[in-house]
C-alpha cells in the first residue's frame, strides 16, 4: 500500500482575484461555491480532444474524482502527482495556481 503524504481540505473554495469565493451553477441551478474538490473531479473525469484512456486508467480517475468530493482527504505522493498531472493539463493558470498550492502545502 503506498504512504500516505498528507490530508488535504478539497472544500477549500477556490478564490477569485479579490479573494471572494467562486460560484458555479450548483444541481438545482443556484450558485454553490466552486472549491479544490469540484475542480479536481472536474479535471479526473472529462478527457481531452483526442485522448483516448483505457478502463483501468478510467477507473484510477473515477476513484480520485470521488475521493476529492468527500472534504479532508488523504492522499499518497503518486495521487497527488496525479491530480497535478491531470489538473495542469485541463484547468485555467488560476485553478492550477490554486490546486497545487493547497498540495504543496500552502493555502489554496
Known amino acids: 500500500m ?4 498528507g490530508s ?20 438545482d441551478g443556484k450558485p454553490e461555491t466552486m472549491t ?3 475542480v479536481v ?4 473525469v472529462n478527457t481531452m480532444k483526442d485522448e483516448k484512456i ?8 473515477w476513484r480520485i ?3 476529492c468530493l468527500t472534504g479532508t482527504v488523504d492522499l499518497t ?5 496525479y491530480i497535478k498531472k491531470r489538473v495542469g493539463e485541463t484547468c485555467s493558470v488560476f485553478a ?10 500552502g493555502n489554496a
Open 2 to 5: 503506498a504512504k500516505t503524504t
Open 8 to 27: 488535504f481540505d478539497f472544500n477549500t473554495a477556490i478564490l477569485n482575484k479579490y479573494g471572494k469565493a467562486m460560484a458555479v451553477p450548483g444541481e
Open 36 to 38: 479544490v474538490g469540484s
Open 41 to 44: 473531479f472536474e479535471a479526473m
Open 54 to 61: 483505457n478502463g483501468p486508467e478510467k477507473m484510477k480517475r
Open 65 to 67: 474524482a470521488n475521493k
Open 77 to 81: 505522493e503518486d495521487e497527488i502527482a
Open 96 to 105: 492550477v495556481g490554486q490546486v497545487w498550492e493547497l498540495l504543496d502545502g
